[in-house]
T-cell receptor
Framework: EDQVTQSPEALRLQEGESSSLNCSYT??????LFWYRQDPGKGPEFLFT???AGEEKEKERLKATLTKKESFLHITAPKPEDSATYLC????????????FGTGTQLKVEL | DAGVIQSPRHEVTEMGQEVTLRCKPI?????LFWYRQTMMRGLELLIY????????DSGMPEDRFSAKMPNASFSTLKIQPSEPRDSAVYFC??????????????FGQGTRLTVV
């Protein structure tokens, strides 16, 4: 069965304390892996798409990487405004347009 | 563009009542998705449309749920009769089709449904 697992479930960081969020997947065939950010009371907001192992994408303090089994979202020197829930999702070969989401990592960055 | 627009933002209804959620996708987008988000199960795809045609409704939990897309700018998700376990946040999302690579979906702000 195709599975997407995110860890940790929750993470508390001090401002400036870099860390990584993990998204591991067990799927039959991957067409793409997506990272979204979700703020309380809002819909998910797109961050990155990764298509193949070894690929990396960067945006401000965030960098996403992909291997054959997992993806990492690295947060460098985070700020309080980076506090949000980060969701990863996979698009499977033969899965049409269905995105399968993980349950997310709730990140809180404190001063 | 104003983005994906959902209404209402909040809905409180009594068990057994009919509930209709509405969505206006981004203009020019070919795909429309309905998701449900709960603490226990996260984001789950209910149904999606391509060019107003339902493609995959395997995520629709029961016959009490139905969705329509009468034109490219409007879709509804209806629950009849509603039950307390339907309480969740319902999201609509849309995306533009591209041949080369899969493009990202844009989500609306969601409708928080509470069935009492």
């Amino acid at each position: 069965e195709d599975q997407v697992t995110q860890s940790p479930e929750a993470l508390r960081l001090q401002e400036g304390e870099s860390s990584s969020l993990n998204c591991s997947y067990t799927v039959s065939g991957l067409r793409g892996l997506f990272w979204y950010r979700q703020d309380p009371g809002k819909g998910p907001e797109f961050l990155f798409t990764l298509y193949s192992a070894g690929e990396e994408k960067e945006k401000e303090r965030l960098k996403a990487t992909l291997t054959k089994k997992e993806s990492f979202l690295h947060i460098t020197a985070p700020k309080p405004e980076d506090s949000a829930t980060y969701l990863c999702a996979v698009l499977l070969t033969g899965g049409g347009n269905k995105l399968t989401f993980g349950t997310g990592t709730q990140l809180k960055v404190e001063l | 563009d104003a983005g994906v627009i959902q209404s209402p933002r909040h809905e409180v209804t009594e068990m057994g009542q009919e509930v209709t959620l509405r969505c206006k996708p981004i203009s020019g987008h070919d795909y429309l998705f309905w998701y449900r988000q709960t603490m226990m199960r996260g984001l789950e795809l209910l149904i999606y449309f391509n060019n107003n045609v339902p493609i995959d409704d395997s995520g629709m939990p029961e016959d009490r749920f139905s969705a329509k897309m009468p034109n490219a700018s409007f879709s509804t998700l209806k629950i009849q009769p509603s039950e307390p376990r339907d309480s969740a946040v319902y999201f609509c999302a849309s995306r533009r089709d591209r041949v080369v690579q899969w493009t990202e979906a844009f989500f609306g702000q969601g409708t928080r449904l509470t069935v009492v």
